[in-house]
């Protein structure tokens, strides 16, 4: 099979470059190793959108990125129909020192463009935005249009928008090698799943930037992968906290935060470690009890560790500088790195048209710009969202959406349905799709009654249905019992 | 909008487990006309169904039963008593007026109730609650979870099993993975002695040489796809890890026994207020919540011991919601009710209306023997042992309790400590 572009990586970067490039006359794929889209770094992210407070006079693309991020997310979000909040952030300080610190990046901001940019000193203000933040806090800078969204969302509405464009995309593809054919002016990808061919390829694979780049001989990546450790808490919770409520860590950057999600519950973090590979999502004693907690207590008194219904870690990947790689790579020009971190999230729009507009033409002059490109993607129904009216009226047109197997967020089996539709394979597929089991009893309930739906839509055995793929089966395990108790 | 359709009752009653169930009949015998038990799984019992295992049934019906035995014979009952069930019908909302919206099949039943009685249960704390460091792989189930996949669904969860907790479910699914080939090796818990009723440990944990670890913790969950190693640490008293004390079980998966939440986000939304030692709705001696009308019982008010008195303690409940709904219900008391020395908590937290007698139940914080609980100055009840794994119930006449009008009583347990 032959492609003018494939694009390496299912996570958010990956389906932002894919639906893009689906505006123009060009036949792509996406390849993701995993057997769902946006499970790695998407994942972890802290959801938020930020402002672009970066000066960083070396990072010149990922300041730029992150300024236009903010300023492109609400109108995509409308489009793809993915969840987004503009709830605005305090950067709150304790004492005077963090005072100045936020003053400085009130100027800087004001300087780049940040316009609304503001200091709250008004005590009386200030606890009226937040009446339950702590009242140890002095003084708090003020960014109005700072935003939430769901990032495993964004991932899905680019992609079913680029499918609907004709992208295609192909899941437990892993790429294993690639290789140049001067001859054919291509590049021969070896996959699980065949040989491909593709004119351009783009590396958008995230924590295995580095690696799918030393593929073809490029060792310029230089990356680090950092564990996030964070915390959920319930959704009875949700009006605790109102803005990305954050504050400075020990280098005067922003650090620790609670903020409420597009969902309704609230997220806490933020415990830091280098780490060696994105599959080190382990949560610490260290990480969750005596940082995450200690810290959560300290901006939200009123929240009692016991309202925390799952903590967890995510791996997120950067280069080492800090900067954005977007660039053709000196080993072969048809290959581009595409490469953000930190705050990609924001950041993955505006990288991605700024790989379409401005460095694909250069070196694909004949790109053109189809006339039928459709912008617009519908998300499936979720009638936790949705007006009683209107939910009466789809369980006319189908009772399934009336059979509630998630019952901690309202989840309905018509729901599930559309979610394996719509490409979800797994149990993770089928929660970050629709929420089912992310609620307070974390799939207790609906755990059995997914799996089933799961072997039903995938006509599988139920023991061919995992959590998260490859040996992640949930029942009936092959193995044989030893008769040992196994006792150390 | 057509889909819409409307309903008035005289009672409603959201929840049909063996509370719902135990309720509806009680309100029909009371005289109720129109009686509707709503249930949002497809069968009726709640949890029963599940539970194939005996010892359910011995004080309800006066004979040993099985959980689908019992739910039978509840259902036959109820059949005759004239109640109507709407199942597969989730209640999504209750308004203080006693407004109930709920979906069902292919409509949106809108319900207006004279009272309403509260009977969701509760669910298992979830493992994300316990806050277990480690990985997030495939395998990790409550107990509960556990034993629907396994005796109703037909799977068996996994082959190498370590169950945290010792909670009454954690201990029956031991015997019953057991039973069923699987290899428990090891039941931990963090208190110094077990969490369920006493048959149990003898009967799941002892017949069946279950290694057991009390004052125990799982300090770390591991493994990429499949659980593949779980260590557990011994715990001092202020529940820190003590070093050294460590032991790695090559387990496949983890089972969470670790106590049961009363299921109360509907009474929430209504405006019923909780009480924070129970989690269940502060309630008077009639079960009435704070929103006049609305009554709940069953583990949606506190964690029974046994499913019997879950059935019980609702059908009292039923009586006097039905005496609200036929409109003959009036405060003439107030009483507060507290929980002192010894007493995890109490119900009901107050007495507001005089009737034959008041029934409390509560439960200890630590296993004491001879033990004396202590209903304010009024009453004392000796017993050889209590234990917190076995509710206390007491009735006592109203009478004692007419002088103390305006008051409060504090109820204690004094006793040795057993462990």
């Known amino acids: 099979m032959k492609y003018d572009v494939i694009v390496a990586g299912g996570g958010l970067l990956g389906a932002a470059v894919a639906r893009e490039l689906a505006r123009y006359n060009i036949s792509i794929a996406v390849f993701e190793k995993n057997i769902e889209v946006g499970c790695e770094v998407t994942k972890g992210t802290h959801a ?90 002095i003084a708090a800078m003020y960014t109005p249009n700072t935003a939430i969204v769901s990032p495993w969302g964004l991932v899905y509405g680019l992609l079913e928008n680029a499918q609907a464009n004709g992208v295609e995309v192909f899941t437990e593809c892993e790429v294993q090698a690639i290789a140049w054919d001067k001859e054919a002016n291509c590049f021969n990808v070896e996959t699980p799943k065949g040989t491909f061919k593709a004119k351009y390829f783009v590396n958008a694979a995230g924590a295995y930037c580095d690696k799918v780049s030393q593929m073809i001989g490029d060792n310029s990546i230089n990356m680090k992968l950092v564990r996030q450790q964070k915390v959920i808490v319930d959704n009875n919770y949700r009006n605790i906290i109102k803005h990305v409520v954050r504050t400075l860590n020990a280098k005067n950057a922003m650090g620790d935060f609670v903020t409420p999600t597009v969902y309704g519950d609230l997220m806490a973090g933020v415990q830091l470690e280098l780490t060696s590979s994105v599959d080190n999502v382990e949560t610490t004693y260290e990480g969750i009890e005596e940082h995450v907690i200690q810290s959560m207590k300290k901006f939200v008194p009123c929240i009692p560790p016991a309202a925390i219904i799952r903590p967890f870690a995510g791996v997120i990947a950067q280069t080492v500088d800090g900067e954005f790689v977007v660039r053709p790579s000196h080993e072969n020009p048809h290959f581009i790195q595409c490469m953000v971190g930190g705050s990609g999230l924001g950041a993955a729009f505006p990288v991605a048209c700024y790989l379409t507009q401005d460095i694909m033409p250069q070196i694909m002059p004949d790109m053109t710009l189809r006339s039928d490109f459709n912008p617009l993607r519908k998300d499936m129904p979720h009638i936790h969202d949705m007006e009683e009216e209107d939910v009466a009226e789809l369980l006319g047109k189908d009772p399934r959406y009336g059979h509630i197997i998630c019952r901690c967020e309202t989840v309905s089996e018509g729901e599930i349905i559309e979610a394996i539709h719509r490409g979800a394979r797994t149990v993770d597929g089928v929660k970050f799709r629709t929420r089912a089991g992310m609620g307070r009893c974390q799939g207790g309930f609906c755990g059995p009654r997914v799996i089933s739906i799961l072997a039903r839509e995938l006509n599988i055995p139920h023991e061919k249905v995992t959590k998260k793929g490859g040996e992640s089966i949930m029942v009936n395990l092959s193995q044989k019992i030893c008769n040992d108790r196994g006792e150390a | 909008m057509t889909n819409i359709l409307k309903h008035e009752v005289d009672l409603a009653i959201i929840g049909g487990g063996p509370a719902g169930l135990g309720a509806a009949i009680s309100a029909k015998e009371a005289g109720v006309k129109n009686v509707l038990l709503i249930e ?380």
């Open chain 2, 40 to 419: 949002r799984s497809e069968e009726l019992g709640g949890v029963l169904p599940q539970c194939i295992h005996n010892g359910f049934g011995l004080h309800f019906f006066k004979e040993e039963l099985t959980g689908p035995t019992y739910t039978y014979k509840m259902l036959k009952n109820a059949e005759k008593a004239g109640v109507d069930f709407s199942t597969r019908t989730m209640v999504i909302r209750i308004d203080p007026n006693n407004t109930i919206i709920a979906l069902s099949h292919n409509k949106l039943l809108e319900i207006h109730s004279k009272a309403t009685l509260l009977c969701m249960g509760c669910r298992e704390r979830s493992f994300g609650a316990l806050r277990i460091p480690g990985t997030r792989p495939a395998g990790i189930y409550t107990a509960g979870t556990a034993q629907r996949l396994m005796n109703i669904e037909g799977m068996l969860p996994g082959k190498r099993i370590v169950i945290l907790g010792s909670g009454d479910i954690g201990m029956i699914m031991a015997r019953r993975m057991t039973l069923e080939g699987a290899m428990v090796l090891a039941v931990v818990e963090l208190m110094p002695f077990i969490g369920g009723l006493i048959r149990n440990e003898i009967q799941c944990l002892r017949d069946f040489n279950i290694p057991t670890h009390v004052g125990h913790t799982i300090k770390e969950v591991n493994g990429t796809d499949r659980i593949e190693k779980i260590i557990i640490t011994a715990v001092d008293k202020n529940r820190h890890y003590i070093p050294g004390t460590e032991v790695e079980f090559d387990a496949d998966t983890l089972l969470i026994s670790a106590g049961l939440i009363p299921e109360n986000e509907l009474s929430k939304m209504a405006g019923v207020q909780l009480n924070p030692l129970t989690g269940g709705p502060i309630v008077d001696n009639l079960w009435q919540t704070n929103v006049p009308g609305i009554f709940a019982g069953g583990n949606v008010v506190h964690v029974h011991d046994l499913a019997d008195y879950a059935s019980e303690s609702a059908a009292l409940a039923a009586v006097n919601a039905a005496a609200y709904a036929k409109g003959t219900s009036s405060q003439d008391l107030d009483i507060k009710v507290k929980a002192g020395k010894n007493i995890r908590y109490i119900v009901p937290n107050s007495i507001t209306k005089k009737q034959e007698k008041v029934t409390f139940f509560m439960r200890v914080t630590w296993p004491l023997n001879n033990a004396t609980v202590h209903i304010g100055d009024l009453y004392k009840k000796e017993f050889i042992f209590a234990r917190p794994s076995e509710q206390i119930r007491i009735d006592l006449p109203i009478g004692m309790f007419m002088k103390l009008n305006h008051e409060e009583i504090v109820v204690s347990c004094y006793g040795e400590e057993a462990v």
């Open chain 1, 48 to 137: 938020i959108v930020h402002v672009g407070l970066s000066y960083n006079p070396k990072t010149p693309l990922k300041n730029r990125s992150e300024l236009l991020g903010s300023l492109m997310m609400e109108q995509l979000c409308k489009d793809l129909d993915v969840k987004y909040k503009k709830i605005g952030k305090l950067g709150v300080a304790f004492n005077d020192d963090q005072v100045k610190v936020f003053e400085k990046m009130v100027t800087n901001g004001k300087r780049f463009g940040v316009s609304d940019i503001q200091m709250i000193y008004d005590k009386g203000i200030l606890f009226e935005m937040e009446p339950n933040l702590s009242r140890d806090v």
